[in-house]
């Protein structure tokens, strides 16, 4: 069920051709509940095709987008951004192999 109180829009908003971001977070529903058509309905008025929500569900952190809105209803595209772990790729320090001469 979709809480208002964990709903904000990120940085300035503007009624321009960029996307809008919004942050939301939920401690109850999975991340395929928010997809569920209708999820984000009651916030119809502030999102235009293009909108960008980042979503921290009880199971996963994704970035989502409003495919359409048509009247009250909003259209999630079914393309999401999933965060994935990082890789564990140590750097490596790059290592001086001058050797100093003796004065």
Sequence with gaps: MFDDTCFSPIGGQT???????????????????????????????????????????VDEIAQVFVKAVEGVNVVMDERVILAQPLKANPVKKKTNNRTQKAA
């Design 15 to 57: 009624i321009k051709s960029a996307p809008t971001v919004y942050s939301y977070r939920t401690e109850t529903d999975t991340l395929q509940n928010v997809m569920v058509p209708g999820y984000f309905n009651s916030k119809s008025l502030l999102f235009a095709p293009g909108s960008i929500i980042n979503v921290v569900a």
